[in-house]
């Protein structure tokens, strides 16, 4: 049981391991519903303040044909002060291309419940160091339902798939099954601010390596404030803890993060950001605490159809 426990509390003497090294880089499991876009209704008017009051609104007209998949692409540029390292290249500051690909479809069900299916592919390429390039693979299937007598408070809950490749999909680093569950709500609504909050379990049903299953909870704000029809810049915060399963490791981390995006038309739009991520562990010589600054900026559009 010693020899168990010190394992565990000492996973690598090079550095951290592959979930601490990438945790500043990897995108948030956590969806980022809206009432006015998330839910497919059939024909509803625009998200409003006034929505918990009035109920649900629809525009006159029949609604005909499947809700539409929504398809998400964002590409780009950024530099860290502490890019993922290994013996021969240690852990220092680099530039970083992202990209993503994503897709999302939300059926109507009933009662006002709809299903929530989707998949993301990342890739991150660091230059001058192939070896921390990475791919991250996300599909998910759950329901989630927004409570219009709630102040339009949303309830999700999901089962999620990831999987850390390097380079290829047989070079597998990481890889678990999860199940997710979790609420968000809109705790200031104004024609020029929103203030959002979310709370979110995720649950480990098995991982690999097995030393890295845990257990997970986190709380996130957001603030958006429109400067024009086209500007907006949204803070963000976002706190998470990491229950181990197999031992007494538990880490926890910090992400906060200023972000400014110009809508160029359309779905289409133009953005740059700054975050900072602070990750601390209980496991001994800090062997996988770390702490990284990124900016970047980036090109994204959506596309439904």
């Known amino acids: 049981m010693k020899a168990l426990t010190l394992a565990l509390l000492l996973p690598a003497t090079a550095g951290a391991d592959v979930l601490t090294n990438l945790s500043p880089f990897l995108t948030s499991s956590v969806p980022g519903f ?3 876009r998330a839910f ?5 008017t625009p998200f409003s303040p006034g929505d918990s009051d009035l109920g649900v609104q629809h525009v006159l007209g029949s609604y005909r044909g499947l809700p539409p998949v ?11 002060d502490n890019a993922p390292g ?34 993301s592919q990342e890739f991150l390429r660091f230059e001058g160091r ?27 809950a999901r089962y999620e798939y990831q999987r850390l490749t390097s380079g ?20 200031l609504v104004t024609s020029r601010q929103q203030l959002s909050a979310s709370l979110d379990a995720a649950f480990n049903l098995s991982a690999r390596p097995l030393l890295l299953e845990h257990n997970s909870y986190s709380a996130e704000l957001n603030y958006t404030w429109w400067m024009s029809d086209r500007l907006a ?10 229950d181990f399963s197999n031992g007494p490791r538990e880490d926890s981390r910090h992400i906060a993060g200023l972000e400014l995006t110009w809508r160029l038309a359309g779905e289409t739009r133009l953005s740059t950001n700054i975050f900072y991520t602070n990750h601390d562990s209980n496991t001994p010589s800090g062997a996988n605490d ?15 159809f």
């Open 40 to 44: 497919n209704d059939p024909a509803p």
């Open 168 to 187: 290829s999909w047989e070079a597998r680093d990481y890889a678990a099954q999860r199940l997710r569950a979790g609420l968000q709500k809109a705790l």
């Open 86 to 119: 290994d013996l021969i290249e240690p852990n220092g500051s680099a530039f970083f291309l992202a990209a993503q690909l994503a897709a999302d479809w939300r059926p109507r069900l009933a009662r006002g419940w709809f299903a929530d299916l989707g998949v």
């Open 70 to 80: 929504d398809f998400t692409f964002e590409l780009s540029g950024n530099f860290t």
């Open 290 to 304: 770390r702490q990284a600054w990124q900016t970047g900026l980036g090109f994204g559009f959506n596309h439904t």
């Open 130 to 156: 192939d070896s921390a390039d990475f791919e991250n693979f996300q599909p998910h299937i759950g329901l989630a339902k927004s409570f219009a007598d709630l102040d339009d408070l949303v309830f999700y």
């Open 34 to 36: 809206t009432p006015e």
């Open 233 to 242: 810049a949204t803070v963000s915060w976002c706190a998470s803890k990491w």
